[in-house]
């Protein structure tokens, strides 16, 4: 699908958007934050750089953003002191796909320093943000374009989510249910994450360090992203037995 030729929303009230831009087309960047130490993941390392299905988690996730044309660039947000990436992802094209290293202590800090950089390289705050973390390497271009497609026209923007199936429990610290919750009307969140580059950074100063997506730091705002469904494939692998699923799905033909 092309790219409609303006940013404007037609119909839409006052725009959410400080210096959108009508009549300017905005573009999409994908940033991905990889600056984590993933320690829930258990021993091996910092999980993006842990093999799957003969490569590095982060190698999977960026092959997906590369294969959608609409994304003019993807910028990965690496720790200060990594010494991974280049050793781990030989031979990339350094055309769309960018690195700096100035990864933060939380991943609102790295989302947050990856955005002044996409501004650094060029990007205006009329351009989409599409926000994916490094770990859910089972994302799909389908995927990300559903996500673009849902919110191009959109004036917030949104984020692949899926409707909770299980029965959802309140736990006491020694692993006890406290409460049964009530499902109805809860979704769980997933990446990609897609708002304009004028909102999210903004939205991210205001909500501060805590919070874990995107859509919060909006939604402190006073904005409702839009949910889009995702997939139950496309998980964040953090446990140590998610790398095994990761690897038996990657290796399904033709997904
Ligand atoms: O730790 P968590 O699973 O929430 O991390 C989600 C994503 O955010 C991962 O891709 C991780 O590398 C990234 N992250 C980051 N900087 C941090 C913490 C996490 O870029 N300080």
Known sequence: MSLPPTGHVEGAAAP????????????????????????????????QYRHVAGQPVVAHTLAALAAVPRLAATLVVLSPDDGQFEQALPGLDGNRLWT???????????????LD?????????????????????LITPALIDRLIDAC???EIGGLLALPLADTLKDA????????????????????????RLGLL???LAHAGEGVTDEASAI????????????ALDNFKLTWPEDFALAERLLQVPGR
């Open 100 to 114: 700096a290293r100035c990864g933060g202590a939380t991943r609102a800090a790295s989302v947050c320093a990856g």
């Open 152 to 154: 191009w026209k959109d």
């Open 16 to 47: 959410a958007v400080p210096g959108y831009a009508i009549g300017v087309e905005p573009r999409c960047y994908a940033l991905v934050p990889c600056a984590g130490s993933g320690q829930r993941a258990g021993p091996g390392g910092p999980k």
């Open 201 to 203: 950074r903004p939205a």
């Open 172 to 195: 006491t610290p020694d692993g006890r249910v406290a409460a049964t919750l009530d499902r109805s009307g809860k979704w769980a969140a997933q990446t990609p994450q897609m708002f």
């Open 117 to 137: 950089e996409l501004i650094a390289r060029g990007a205006q705050p009329h351009d989409w943000v599409l926000v994916h973390d490094a770990a859910r390497c």
């Open 219 to 230: 939604e402190s705002l006073g904005h409702a992203p839009l949910l889009v469904r995702g």
